[in-house]
């Protein structure tokens, strides 16, 4: 008997969050949480998160780069959701938070709902409305990023803020792989990628996060938005900074911390 549950789990990581207060990993105190369980923590934080008013809007994958993937030893992104309280609003600097580390991002705005199972790429981007450049600030609830892959799910994939860029670009004609883009420190560029990096082709990520959904019985929902995981690995945001993301035809977001 560990004393951990659910619904325990997950009021421990949102107070964690809300406190802005990082803790060790759950699996070290509740080795029996295993993937599935941690979805169902996932998912108890979000009915938390709905009943004190937050709106949900979306759903990010992260971990969709094979380098990501091989860093946390997982062989398959991850999913998370996305609620209103989540908006970086355009301009406002980060709030506090624990660690933050900026990624920059493919984000798809749906048009039509999209349901797996089977959902190819091809059929996941006739559902897009609108291609966006974004920046997702990632703040591990865990003391130094240290975690197995049933506590970040658990942590809803270490969501906190995201900033989508004003530039919203129709799917048609864009080759999402060749999309290139450069992620800039304070001025100076410190890591790049093409599109082609998130499963070969964001679309890719669009049609897993569907059919790993429709697993549960679910499904991406018209009006949704959804992050489609960090091109690069995701850098620190230290206080004062000004993290940028530049796209080829995707324009330019930018953080501040
Ligand atoms: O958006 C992300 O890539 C987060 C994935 C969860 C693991 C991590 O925090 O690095
Ligand atoms: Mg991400």
Not at 80 to 108: Q, Y
Not at 151 to 165: E, K, L, P, W, Y
Not at 182 to 206: F, K, N, Q
Request: negative net charge; hydrophobic residues 50%.
């Amino acid at each position: 008997m560990t004393g951990w549950s659910i619904a325990e789990a997950a009021r421990v990581l949102l107070a964690a969050e809300d406190a802005g207060a990082a803790r060790g990993p759950i699996t070290a105190e509740w080795p029996g949480l295993d993937v599935r369980t941690a979805y169902a923590v996932q998912d108890e934080a979000l009915r938390l998160r709905l009943a004190r008013g937050e709106k949900l809007i979306g759903i990010k994958l992260g971990l969709t780069s094979r380098p990501q993937q091989e860093r946390m030893g997982v062989d398959r992104p991850v999913l998370a959701w996305l609620t209103d309280a989540m908006v970086l609003p355009a301009a406002d600097p980060l709030p506090r938070l624990i660690h933050p580390r900026a990624e920059p991002e493919i984000v798809f705005v749906l048009g039509e709902r999209l349901a797996g199972p089977g959902v190819t790429a091809a059929v996941a981007m006739g559902a897009v409305d609108r291609i966006h450049g974004g920046i997702e600030v990632i703040d591990s609830r865990y003391q130094d990023f240290r975690f197995a892959a049933p506590d970040t799910i658990a942590d809803n994939a270490s969501s906190s803020v995201f900033r989508v860029g004003p530039v919203g670009v129709a799917p048609s004609g864009l080759d999402l792989s060749l999309q290139a883009c450069l992620l800039e420190v304070d001025g100076a560029i410190v890591d790049s990628a093409t599109g082609a990096a998130v499963l070969g082709h964001p679309g890719e990520a669009l049609a897993l996060a569907a059919n790993t959904l429709a697993e549960r019985g679910l499904a991406l929902e018209a009006g949704w938005i959804v992050l489609t995981g960090g091109l690069t690995e995701a850098v620190p945001v230290e206080a004062g900074s000004r993290i940028a993301a530049h796209f080829t035809d995707l324009g330019s977001v930018t953080v501040s911390g």
